[in-house]
């Protein structure tokens, strides 16, 4: 079976491949080890790559003399909230848009991509009005609804298809064995919708995560401000960028998104196949 | 008591019509199977009696009870789905379990009663696995064991063999008749195999395009069908019709179609003809196809042994014709025979409606 033909073409894919990962994860490389250089190497000419001395000084002043964690557990707050709302929302309105039928439902699961026509920055001002009006400027909440806004569309639209593939059938034999639709829901369409539900959660997390615009512009004070705008905030000046903690910051930042994907990766990639059982 | 009555039944779905105006009656404890080719409404009308569809008119009772406006959980009826629909993600003792779980019995009766709806379908030694490990057949039974486990006053059953393989359809057919003859419950079986209509029903709805076409014992769709439809859908090879109008009065009555003229002297009509050289629909079966030197020359286009018995494709004055015979007959394609009808198996059909003409006193 394998021929010398063979054993080439695994070969020339494989460095190939590794090509590919090392160009995408040589910035996340020099990220990390920037983070632990001390100050006086980062500028030396020529460049070297492996640190001279491993420091964790940058940690340590990032964790103790700024709100860092503050801002960590601001994001934290926002990713879980509006992940939260938004799968609930979106497990149901995407079981609504597959299972019942009645006028326009068609049109109204086209509409919700519709949403994805409109810029954010056309919706800004007005959000930023509501959330005034509302009295939630400068909340947390506020930010939780501005980024449901744009999440939740993405999320129906995804569940709706994740939810499409599971049988009718299924949910008819619940009510037929005596379950209400309620039950019906949670026994046996959950459950096949989980991995779905478990994709879709993580995507609305990342894209919380990472939220910088509506952040920037509904936000201004260091109590709500997430990650990503009060690390750019408070490490980047007209007169100066500290480069060693601004790295230090963005490895602690990416670590939760990487220990994310590294248990629940498979979701990712399963789950689209997740159809039920025919003989 | 548990007999359902379907009263002027409709169901359409947006400009289609699945189900036109039907009424049907099925006895407490009967055996009846909806027979029609697919897309023909047969699910729709297992889904709207279930509770999962409701009708755009019309009346369902079970028992004494019009059903129209009750959820299925309260209808006390377990249904077989066509695709077995099994809960993937629980075990094979959870899926028979879950009607149980949830008509809140309790603990130790459900086991009991998985139990025993196990060792009726031989599950036992599978109870731990999940429905992706199990073969067809297996799922199958897991389907049935889980409609078997409540006991439920009306089965419903979805085209339940029509995933499993020849053989194993044909020992599923046998076993399914055991079952009922055991738990004497109404049963409503839709398939749109014949033979399965057949041999396991008491009675036939015949379906097409939403409409009833006729009801009656299996026997009687056979040899006294209502119309040309029933007639050329039952039985395989399916009847022979030759068009052709009717000629003459009384004994003198003969079927005419070109130059071909066949005495029908001995068919009582239905009615009598309230038109002169009314057109019709003669149809044969192909048993009823034979040698005589007396009839009319044909040729044989095609000769299909099957080893018990032959199928002769004739041309019969232009028209195709499909006889059954003997299985050691000596003939060849090429060769002109001599054929003739049994006379009093011959089925007459308006051509305008299909509405059977003679009547079944000679059957
Ligand atoms: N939910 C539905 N929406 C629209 N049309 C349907 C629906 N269910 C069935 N139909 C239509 O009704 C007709 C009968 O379908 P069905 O009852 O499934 O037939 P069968 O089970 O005899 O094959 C078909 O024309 C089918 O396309
Ligand atoms: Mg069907």
Known sequence: MSTPARIARRFLFNVLAWAVVLVIAFPLLWMLLTSVKPSSELFVIPPRLLPGEITFEHYRRLLTETPFLTYLRNSAWLAAGTTLVVISIATLGAHSLVRFSYPGRERLARLVLFTYLLPSVVLIIPLYLLMAGLGLANTLTSLIIAYTTFALPYALWLLRSFMKAIPDDLESAALVDGANRMQAFVDVILPQALPGIISTAMFTAILAWNEYFYALVLVNNDAARPLTTGVINMLVTSFNIEWSLLMAASVMMSLPLIVVFAFLQRYLTRGFSAGAIKG | ?363
Do not use: W
């Open chain 2, 1 to 363: 008591m548990s007999g359902i009555r379907f009263e002027n039944v409709s169901k359409r779905f947006g400009g289609v019509t699945a189900v036109d105006d039907l009424s049907l009656e099925i006895g407490s404890g009967e055996f009846v199977s909806i027979l029609g080719p697919s897309g023909c409404g047969k699910t729709t009308l297992l889904r709207m009696l279930a509770g999962l569809e409701r009708p755009t008119g019309g009346t369902i009772s079970i028992g004494d009870r019009v059903v129209n406006e009750l959820a299925p959980a309260q209808r006390n009826i377990a249904m077989v789905f066509q695709t077995y629909a099994l809960y993937p993600h629980m075990t094979v003792a959870g899926n028979i379990e879950y009607p149980l779980r949830k008509r809140r019995v309790a603990k130790d009766e459900r086991v009991r009663r998985v139990r025993e709806a196990a060792a009726v379908l031989e599950l036992e030694a599978l109870l731990d696995r999940k429905p992706r490990e199990l073969s067809g057949g297996q799922q199958q039974r897991v389907a049935l064991g889980r409609a078997l486990v409540r006991d439920p006053a009306v089965f419903l059953l979805d085209e339940p063999l029509s995933n499993l393989d020849a053989k194993l359809r044909t020992h599923m057919r046998a076993e399914l008749i055991r079952l009922h003859r055991r738990i004497g419950r109404t049963m409503v079986y839709v398939t749109h195999d014949q033979l399965e209509a057949m041999t396991m029903s008491q009675r036939i709805a015949v379906l097409r395009d939403g409409r009833l076409q006729q009801f009656a014992p299996p026997r009687d769709i056979y040899a006294r069908p209502g119309n040309d439809f029933v007639a050329g859908f039952i039985g395989t090879p399916s009847m022979n019709f030759l068009d052709g109008r009717l000629k003459g009065t009384g004994s003198g009555r003969t079927f005419r179609s070109g130059d071909l003229s066949l005495p029908l002297g001995m068919l009582p009509l239905t009615d009598e003809m309230p038109e002169p050289d009314r057109r019709v629909r003669l149809g044969i079966r192909p048993e009823h196809i034979h040698f005589d030197r007396q009839g009319e020359p044909a040729r044989v286009n095609l000769v299909e042994p099957t080893g018990h018995e032959t199928i002769l494709v004739f041309d019969y004055r232009g028209n195709e014709l499909v006889a059954r015979m003997d299985g050691d007959i000596a003939i060849e394609a090429g060769d002109t025979v001599k054929l003739a009808f049994r006379a009093e198996k011959m089925r007459l059909f308006a051509a305008a409606d299909g509405r059977r003409l003679n009547d079944d006193s000679t059957a």
